[in-house]
């Protein structure tokens, strides 16, 4: 999952200044590499990217001397091509028609087929992105003007794609016709933004004017916001369930459902399908679990404590490229208070376990804190499937849940107990129908219809 973002104002002001501000609000969706492209005084697309964390890779300072009126920014969690500085985005190229820059959130499900049919007639590719086929068929396409060249190439993509792009001086959002990762415009006086999430928005001081829809263009220029539709009809919506699950801050507004709501929601109705009468506590997975462990102890009417602590200068676990820094992340992120633990029936509720490095320790912790019983309470469905569509959920073999079933996941943690969401309550706390939600990965339920396996590294 990356993070996007964009700016565009009327007149030349220091936009990537915010555009760092909005990356930084966006650092939970990606780690691995960061960067920025706007157009500079000559109509040329320049671009600063780095390996790393949005304040080692980008330098706030050199970046507030410049002025632009067009600007957009990354940051990256690799899923297709490895984390790589020449992978970085955004993408900058300029072609027949201009300069154009390409900010990718999501995972094109068929970007491996283009690439190759791209590369059959000619076509060198300088990274292994996905994202770089979407300029190639523009370039193949420079009989038509930039903005027609760029609905050419996204009606031909299938899979998840939310997109900041510079086309010469134009800001263009665009968001799949599926609607797999949340994309929002905001405004601040007469300058327009483009967001993954709306807490970008919050920190520059612009107001969420709304979601950009699935299958929508935004265009933003000197004669303002025109809205545009990539000709794909697709057969249902696919918003991510994910998001807000995990990944999404819980500041965030996506699809005009605040991520907050839903994950105390999920609490609430996993401790009505998995109470645990008797407990003397809950607690919450810190970061992402804590909400729906509140809304589990308010719906129990247990006491909740923040009874494990995470040290603050880890970041997420389960987004980090290697199972080596996954452990060392989750031995140094999380420890439990033990005072709290000593003789006591405790539930620890956690959004979701997917190779099940987390539990595991977690668990092991408190027993080792003297706790009697440790209750695991998972406030999604097991996940069992990989996530093609921007999420770098491990082959099946790797998913906890899938590997064996729950009694034998529950040995395997050393929980007392453990129980899931069910999934009609994962759409009823997000407030959306069956069709309108993906959670291919809980169900394995595509978008084509199957499990499509192909190697995504193009
Ligand atoms: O079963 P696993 O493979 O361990 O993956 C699942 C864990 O990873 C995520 O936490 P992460 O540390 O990435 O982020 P968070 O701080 O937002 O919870 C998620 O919230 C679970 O706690
Ligand atoms: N997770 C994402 O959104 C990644 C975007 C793109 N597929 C990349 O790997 O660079
Ligand atoms: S498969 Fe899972 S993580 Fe991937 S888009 Fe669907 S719900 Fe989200
Ligand atoms: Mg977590």
Redesign the pocket.
């Known amino acids: 999952m990356c993070g996007v973002f964009g700016a565009y104002s009327p007149r030349p002001e220091p936009l990537l200044e915010d555009v760092y501000l909005g990356l930084y609000a966006l650092q939970?969706r990606g780690q691995e590499s960061a960067g920025v492209a706007w157009i500079n005084g000559d109509g040329m697309a320049k671009t600063v990217k780095g390996m790393g964390l949005v304040h080692d890779a980008l330098n706030q300072h050199e970046l507030s001397q410049q002025e632009t009126r067009v600007a957009i920014g990354h940051v990256r969690y690799s899923t297709a091509g490895g984390s790589l500085a020449a992978n970085a985005q955004p993408l900058v190229a300029t072609y027949a028609r201009g300069p154009v820059g390409i900010a990718h959130n999501g995972n094109l499900t068929n970007g491996k087929a283009i690439a190759q049919y791209l590369e059959s007639r000619g076509a060198i590719f300088q990274s292994t992105t996905d994202t770089e086929v979407i300029i190639h068929l523009m370039a193949h396409q420079a009989h038509k003007p930039p903005l027609e060249a760029l609905i050419g190439a996204l009606r031909r993509l299938v899979g998840a794609y939310s997109l900041a792009v510079l086309l010469e001086d134009r800001l263009v959002a665009a968001r799949d016709p599926w609607g797999f990762r949340p994309l929002v415009l905001g405004k601040r006086g007469d300058v327009t933004y483009i967001a993954s999430e709306s807490c970008a928005l919050d920190i520059v001081g612009a107001e969420l004017i709304r979601d950009v829809e699935p299958g929508e263009i935004v265009v933003v220029d000197e004669k303002g916001i025109r809205s545009l539709r990539i000709p794909v009809e697709p057969k249902r919506h696919f918003g991510c369930a994910f998001e807000y699950v995990?990944f999404a801050r819980p500041d965030s507004i996506i699809d005009g459902r605040s991520v907050y709501a839903v994950r105390k929601e999920l609490g609430r109705l996993l401790a009505k399908g998995s109470p645990c009468p008797g407990a003397n506590l809950v607690t919450g997975?810190?970061?992402?679990?804590t909400l729906a462990a509140m809304g589990y102890a308010e719906e129990s009417s247990i006491a909740y404590e923040k009874a494990i602590v995470?040290n603050r200068y880890v970041?997420?676990?389960?987004?980090?490229p290697t199972q080596r820094v996954?452990d060392l992340?989750?031995r140094i992120?999380?420890n439990p208070v033990p005072h709290l633990m000593e003789g006591k029936d405790v539930v620890v509720v956690?959004?979701?376990?997917?190779?099940?490095?987390?539990?595991q320790?977690i668990v092991t912790l408190m027993r080792g804190c003297g706790a009697r019983n440790v209750h695991l309470r998972i406030a999604s469905p097991p996940v069992r499937f990989p996530c093609y569509y921007g999420i770098d959920t491990p082959v099946s073999e790797e998913l906890?849940a899938a590997r064996m079933d729950i009694e034998g996941l529950e040995r395997q943690v050393g929980a007392c107990s453990l129980a899931y969401l069910r999934e009609e309550d994962l759409f009823e706390a997000i407030g959306r129908g069956r069709n309108d939600v993906c959670t291919a990965c809980f169900s394995g339920h595509y978008l084509e219809g199957k499990e499509i396996d192909h190697d995504l590294d193009l």
Not at 351 to 357: A, C, K, N, Q
């Open positions: 939970h995990y997975m810190p970061d992402s679990g995470r970041g997420r676990t389960f987004i980090q996954r992340g989750v992120k999380l956690d959004d979701s376990i997917v190779r099940g490095t987390t539990a320790r906890a």
